[in-house]
DNA sequence: ATGGTGGTGGAACCA
């Protein structure tokens, strides 16, 4: 079985692409993140020519998760427990959707992007990864081997290989000892980033902004991961991130990163 | 080659 996750930054926008991508990629699950539309925007009939259900949540032009699976749903979960509001009237918003597919326990994360280190966003980001862990090490509490990947846009680059300079973040949210501890403590509920050993660095990224030619200068981030436990990461046989998607006509500025369990 | 911000919505905000 084939898993991947893709911030495709608009749906609506990178549709082609992503149909494109899907038709030759043969995955059997994709996690989407900032899809950028309503449910009733999103291009479901794409898929389903594919061959894909899909599940999606969205509510408005921000934030956006989805799941395509070609193995089937069940218990689909829109959010998770305790996870934190946002803006005026706070809200919960589209960042987190969950489902079992084909035995596998899979979720779509788009974490807060935390704005700056003296925003309030920053503290939302925080408290969202906070309640993410503990919610987590429940899960694995109640069911030790369940086979469980949480895959996204993390925000985060957690260590200092993870970025093309670090002087140049200086300051900067994505490299914070605040977060670099938080997505360690996510870790430490019992995930392992299961891509990694597949993908050494330095020099490997998953993002390149779209400012000031970031990519053909390979000056990117590490941010995007798949997060499994013990009895998904015993299965993974190889992982890789599709660094050519970033290439061409109107791409994300994130790449497919991709998991095979055997 | 991989190319000098892009998406949404229709101004300003988000990333």
């Given at each position: 079985m084939r898993i991947a996750t893709w911030n495709v930054n608009s749906i609506r926008a990178r549709i082609d692409r992503v149909t494109?991508?899907?038709a030759r990629s043969d995955v059997d699950i994709v996690a989407l993140q900032e899809t950028k539309c309503r449910d009733d925007q999103f291009p479901t009939d794409r898929f389903r020519d594919l061959g894909y259900d899909v599940v999606h949540?969205?509510?408005?032009?921000?934030?956006?998760?989805?799941?395509?699976?070609?193995?089937?749903?069940?218990?689909?979960?829109?959010?998770?427990?305790?996870?934190?509001?946002w803006g005026e009237?706070?809200?919960?918003?589209?960042?987190?959707i969950?489902?079992?597919?084909?035995?596998?326990?899979?979720?779509?994360?788009?974490?807060?992007?935390?704005?700056?280190?003296?925003d309030p966003h920053y503290r939302y980001k925080l408290d969202w990864?906070?309640?993410?862990?503990?919610?987590?090490?429940?899960w694995l509490a109640d069911e030790p081997d369940l086979p469980l990947a949480l895959m996204g846009d993390w925000n985060i680059a957690p260590c200092d290989d993870d970025v093309w300079d670090m002087a140049a973040?200086?300051?900067?949210?994505?490299v914070s000892a605040d977060e670099r501890a938080a997505f360690r403590s996510v870790l430490d509920a019992g995930l392992t980033d299961v891509v990694r050993p597949h993908t050494p660095?330095?020099?490997?990224?998953?993002?390149?902004?779209?400012?000031?030619?970031?990519?053909?200068?390979?000056?990117?981030?590490?941010?995007d991961f798949i997060l499994g436990s013990p009895s998904f990461a015993k299965r993974v046989t190889?992982?890789?991130?599709?660094?050519?998607?970033?290439?061409?006509?109107?791409?994300?500025?994130?790449?497919?990163?991709?998991?095979?369990l055997g």
């Open positions: 494109d991508w899907l949540d969205g509510r408005s032009q921000w934030n956006g998760v989805a799941l395509c699976s070609r193995v089937g749903f069940d218990d689909v979960t829109v959010g998770f427990a305790g996870q934190p509001s009237p706070p809200e919960v918003e589209a960042r987190a969950g489902a079992t597919c084909g035995g596998v326990r899979v979720w779509s994360l788009y974490v807060p992007n935390g704005r700056a280190l003296d990864l906070d309640h993410l862990r503990t919610t987590t090490a429940g973040f200086d300051g900067d949210t994505h660095g330095p020099g490997v990224y998953t993002y390149w902004d779209y400012k000031q030619l970031s990519f053909p200068k390979r000056r990117g981030m590490r941010i190889r992982a890789s991130i599709d660094r050519e998607e970033r290439k061409g006509k109107s791409p994300s500025d994130h790449a497919p990163v991709i998991v095979d």
